[in-house]
């Protein structure tokens, strides 16, 4: 069965350094999605991404934040300036069609952590 | 904003006992679906409801939406320890590409 892909499993960066954390989505999936998890609370969304562009993003999706789908297969999440608040597993999910019809499916994560 | 809870936070059951987590939404959604987290793992798709009163059923797992679509729920009868990890339901908002998850009930089974 595909399956969505994320690299790094973990990364450890200094506070203020950039981070990017890449993902493949299903190959046939049109629909994208960045979600954050700190440890042991909710899955929080952050922001979900259509034809090349953001069509919807969280209030935690600030100008810190950004995405892009620099090819045909990979959709990466980008963080400027990291804080420590940043710590979190930043999961990467991807559906066929809208979430208002199709489930996600979602990737291992990756496990950010801020010293 | 949209805010999704669910009750209870932690549960703990023997095993062969049933368990059952309540989800509420602060507004009616378009559907309903749940997801699966089990430890150190990241959520699986379980099911999708969309219908005011649907009752849907995976084995051992019944799933339900409420008439007014603000609240669902999940019952599984006989638990196993394979059931173990967090239940999460989730709903779209808005435009439906805003998806907000549930504050999950995390489910231990003892042997």
């Known amino acids: 069965e595909p399956e969505v892909t994320q690299t790094p499993s973990h990364q450890v960066t200094q506070m203020g350094q950039e981070v990017i954390l890449r993902c493949v989505p299903i190959?046939?999936?049109?629909?994208f999605y960045w979600y954050r998890q700190i440890l042991g609370q909710k899955v929080e969304f952050l922001v979900s991404f259509y034809n090349n562009e953001i069509s919807e993003k969280s209030e935690i999706f600030d100008d810190q934040f950004s995405v892009e789908r620099p090819d045909g297969s990979n959709f990466t999440l980008k963080i400027r300036s990291t804080k420590l608040e940043d710590s979190a597993m930043y999961f990467c999910?991807?559906?066929?069609?809208?979430?208002?019809?199709?489930?996600?499916?979602f990737g291992d994560g990756t496990r950010l952590s801020i010293l | 904003g949209q805010q999704v809870m669910q009750i209870p936070q932690y549960q703990h059951v023997q095993e062969g006992e049933d368990f059952t987590t309540y989800c509420n939404s602060s507004?009616?959604?378009?559907?309903i679906q749940w997801y699966k987290q089990r430890p150190g793992g990241h959520p699986v798709f379980l099911i999708q409801l969309v219908k005011s009163g649907e009752v849907k059923k995976q084995k051992r797992l019944t799933f339900q939406f409420g008439e007014a679509k603000k609240n669902s729920s999940l019952h599984i009868t006989a638990t196993q320890t394979t059931d173990v990890g967090t239940y999460f339901c989730?709903?779209?908002?808005?435009?439906?590409?805003?998806?907000?998850f549930g504050t999950g009930t995390s489910l231990t089974v003892i042997p």
């Open positions: 190959s046939n999936h049109l629909y």
């Open positions: 999910a991807s559906s066929l069609g809208q979430t208002s019809n199709q489930p996600q499916h």
């Open positions: 507004t009616t959604l378009s559907n």
């Open positions: 989730a709903g779209p908002w808005n435009t439906g590409n805003q998806f907000y």
